[in-house]
């Protein structure tokens, strides 16, 4: 088994939610086997035992009961049938009244706070706006906005109408935004003025003029001036200040009872092979799930400082937001994570006494290429926990913030993805923390690895799949009546059964390892490997900023391209070639051994920040990259376009 970097202590173990969420169902008389193995057994064998309990256990409000817990098989499953809630009645009725709700930073130096009182009635102004101007249940309301408590706002008032909500983060061009919604046909946008990033300033006033007259259906333009207090966006359809939406002194919302499977919001597939799929997510299972998630595997409780790096534009913004309903006081920012600093968030941390600091494995890797270390103008002595997605996180990551960066912190590897906003493996306070896991699977998530003719395996290579349902399942695709789209993208190869696009392990320990995304994965010979293998290697070289592995056909095989972007100052030379190609050969095996390795001056992403190994591999064989618009930097693929 793998080294165990981190222990619960007393404290964890036995007043900890999850913690005291088990002991709850054991003086309940459920029949389980011992500790979390026990725990999550149970869970997926009485799904129906489970989510209700859940939700008596965070105290989810249902204005009428559900007559059962869920009906029908995957992925037609409907749940708790029956009851109706509102997810934003559980996120803006949180006391005490004058409680911080958000605590906004930009890379400028600016703060702001919101009470909970305060987003209440913002919450409330604006949901009276929208729907004084027609906006009403089913309706879509878009976002094109920064990581802004208007975004927060604008969701919660989305959700308190019935509204359908989306966003998009503004460093997405026009076309990137129309591809997503102006296949939702929103009646509301709400939209920034600009942003800063790296030192500089982004005014996108001609993109949201541009935007706004090609979504016909708009029936009401919202605008917030945040660069420039007067920034002028006249001519855009029934357009008004956000500002003087806000002098709406009514107070609190109104929130609409809706049932259990009502659509919360839409997000997006990254868009790399063809116009992105619109995912359609529900209201009680996004509660549900995150409350789980949040609660229980991370530990956040009432008055806790989260904060995550992210956007609108990525999934885990909207897992943030979600944080709201235990009562804590979001933590939002905005801007380059290493201007003007590579530190600049660590010290915030600091400052704002932040407890779940959550990052993703990329940034991790950054502040270690920096050198950074703990005690340099920052401690992260308020940090219980940090949280790290996006990417698998190495073994060698887990070195670097156990022994630089925060020492006796929980260092939570999470995985998931847009598609289920959620996770299927995750953190876990009862459970030790092992070099390179992932902890646990998470409760009533029956995630199973399958070889390829769908038996499952363990300590074993192969497809992460989940065989039981689980409530954010999305409801389907938008435009997708039949369900062909959302069948072909997640039961086809096993039908009946969630294969998720992961190529992962399940260790002895009953952790999770991901190994990369299966569409991606190396076949050299015949014998399958995954990109993060090779990854976890070649970022140990400090002359290395980052890398991208894929496949290439050749004399009947498939032989492995290594790109690599040089640290500034550094060069690719022989003397580096057969160094990664011992430490490879070495810590893996011959057969992960590169056919070739190229430096490039950059790899291409996504607006999440993923590396798109896809768009890379289809240049590299010579296909069409069908969505360069879905990248944040498609220029990068010039540079692989010599290599086919």
């Known amino acids: 088994m ?280 529900r209201q009680g299972g996004v509660l549900l799930q995150h409350l789980k998630e949040q609660g229980l595997h991370t530990g956040i409780g009432s008055g806790d400082r989260v904060f995550y790096y992210t956007t609108t534009g990525w999934m885990m913004w909207n897992w943030l937001v979600s944080a709201r309903a235990l009562g804590a006081t979001l933590v939002l920012y905005d801007g380059s994570p290493t201007h003007p600093t590579p530190t600049v968030l660590l010290e915030m941390a600091d400052e704002e006494g932040i407890r779940i600091f959550g990052t993703s494995a990329r940034y991790l890797l950054a502040l270690e290429k920096s050198g950074v270390s703990r005690g340099r103008g920052h401690t992260l002595a308020s940090v219980s926990t940090i949280l790290s997605t996006g990417s698998p996180l190495a073994p060698g990551q887990f070195d670097y913030v156990y022994e630089k960066l925060r020492p006796g912190v929980r260092l939570c590897s999470i995985s998931g993805g847009t598609d289920i906003v959620s996770c299927f493996a995750l953190g876990n306070p009862t459970v030790p923390i092992r070099r390179g896991e992932i902890q646990s699977r998470g409760l009533g998530m029956r995630v199973e690895i399958y070889d390829p003719t769908g038996h499952p395996l363990t300590d074993a290579t192969g497809e992460l799949v989940c065989t039981l349902p689980f409530p954010t399942m999305p409801l389907g695709f938008w435009n997708d009546p039949g369900g062909a789209r959302y069948r072909a993208a997640y039961f086809e190869r096993f039908p009946g059964i969630w294969c998720h696009g992961d190529f992962a392990r399940l260790t002895p320990a009953h952790g999770i390892v991901i190994e990369g995304r299966s569409d991606t994965v190396l076949n050299p010979g015949g014998v399958r490997i995954g990109t993060a293998e090779l990854y976890r290697q070649v970022e140990t070289f400090e002359e290395i900023a980052e890398a991208v592995a894929v496949g290439q056909p050749s004399e009947g095989t498939e032989r492995i391209l290594l790109f690599v972007v040089m640290r500034p100052g550094r060069r690719l030379d022989p003397d580096l070639e057969h160094r990664i190609r011992t430490r490879i050969r070495d810590a893996l095996s011959p057969r992960h051994v590169p056919a070739r390795i190229l430096a490039v001056p950059d790899i291409p992403r996504t607006r999440s920040g993923k590396i798109s190994e896809m768009a890379v591999r289809q240049v590299i064989r010579g296909e069409a990259v069908t969505n360069t618009g879905a990248l944040a930097n498609p220029d990068a693929l010039e540079a692989f376009r010599n290599w086919m």
Not at 94 to 113: C, K, M, Q, W, Y
């Open 2 to 281: 793998s080294e165990i970097l981190w222990e619960p202590g007393p404290g964890e173990r036995t007043q900890s939610l999850m913690a005291r969420f088990e002991k709850r169902m054991r003086d309940q008389g459920e029949s389980m086997g011992a500790g979390y193995e026990g725990l999550w057994e149970w869970s997926i064998a009485h799904p129906d035992r489970f989510w209700p309990a859940l939700a008596d256990f965070f105290q989810v409000r249902f204005e009428t009961p559900a007559s059962q817990v869920f009906e029908g098989p995957m992925p037609k499953t409907r749940w708790f049938p029956g009851a109706t809630l509102n997810y934003a009645a559980h996120l803006i009725q949180v006391p005490p009244p004058d409680g911080l709700a958000i605590i906004f930073r930009n890379e400028e130096g600016h703060r702001s706070t919101l009470t909970n009182r305060e987003l209440a009635h913002a919450v409330g102004a604006l949901a009276r706006d929208l729907e004084a101007a027609g906006i009403g249940v089913g309706d879509r309301v878009a976002a094109y906005l920064p990581n802004h408590p208007a975004a927060v706002i604008t969701l919660l008032a989305a959700s308190s109408l019935g509204a359908v909500f989306s966003s998009a983060s503004p460093d997405f061009g026009v076309e990137g935004v129309i591809d997503r919604f102006g296949q939702i046909e929103p009646k509301a946008l709400v939209a920034i003025d600009g942003y800063p990033y790296a030192g500089k300033r982004h005014d996108v006033r001609d993109r949201v003029r541009a935007i706004a007259g090609r979504l016909p259906s708009l029936k009401r333009t919202i605008v917030v001036p945040y660069l420039n207090p007067d920034a002028d966006l006249t001519g855009l359809p029934n357009s008004i200040d956000y500002r003087d939406v806000l002098q709406d002194t009514q107070g609190m919302p109104s929130t609409r009872p809706l049932p259990f499977d009502h659509p919360l919001y839409i997000l997006y597939s990254s868009g790399t092979t063809g116009k992105p799929k619109c995912m359609i997510h």
